[in-house]
């Protein structure tokens, strides 16, 4: 599966992202954002990391993409995806290194990744969430029309404790009338991260 945007190309991971994966996910300041990465990140994390998505990936459980710039589609910036928890709900997670922050790149990428999990795959609701102090991965969110549905405190692996978070979610209906009937999404938006 591949996915393209304006500036980028979602491609699956493969072997060749290992150094981007472990240069993104060694940076504090993108770790800290995210719920489930050990801290501090080896690359023994990423190379396990890597080993098991084609699994996931075949199971249906997840669809984790490396989004890479088209100007250097061999190197990885960073990874959104897709993934069914065992609730039923399928949950819309990213990452993005911190070079590329405010540049747009995430909001244009899950602008994509809603698209497909909306029109090609079918889902009435895509869940996310993100830490109360996390105001980028929140403008995302907002400007992708994500809701607010409700607030917890989630375990920060990285972090060792639990943080406040926002619980949301974006209804096909509600993604399907803010980009119009044919779907067109917010790719070209030229937002911020």
Avoid at 79 to 92: M, P
Avoid at 127 to 138: K, L, T, V, Y
């Amino acid at each position: 599966m591949r996915l393209t945007t304006e500036r980028l190309i979602l491609r699956p991971p493969v072997a060749g992202d290992i150094d981007a994966i472990f240069e993104g996910m060694s940076d504090w300041e993108v770790v800290k954002t995210l719920a489930r990465p050990p801290w501090p990140y080896e690359r023994q994390d990423a190379a396990r990391w890597l080993a098991m998505q084609d699994d996931l990936r075949a199971d249906g459980q997840k669809t984790a993409l490396m989004l890479a710039l088209k100007t250097a589609p061999e190197r990885a910036i960073g990874c959104a995806g897709l993934e069914a928890r065992e609730d039923g709900q399928v949950h819309l997670g990213f990452w993005l290194a911190r070079s590329c922050w405010g540049l747009g790149l995430m909001t244009e990428a899950c602008a994509e990744l809603l698209r497909y999990g909306f029109e090609d795959l079918g889902l009435a609701r895509i869940h996310s969430g993100c830490f109360r102090d996390n105001e980028a991965s929140r403008r995302v969110h907002q400007k992708l029309g994500f809701a607010v549905t409700g607030e917890s405190r989630i375990l920060c692996v990285p972090r060792g404790e639990s943080v406040d978070h926002i619980d949301l979610a974006l209804t096909r209906a509600d993604w399907a009338a803010a980009n119009g009937a044919a779907g067109i999404g917010l790719a070209h938006a030229g937002e911020t991260r």
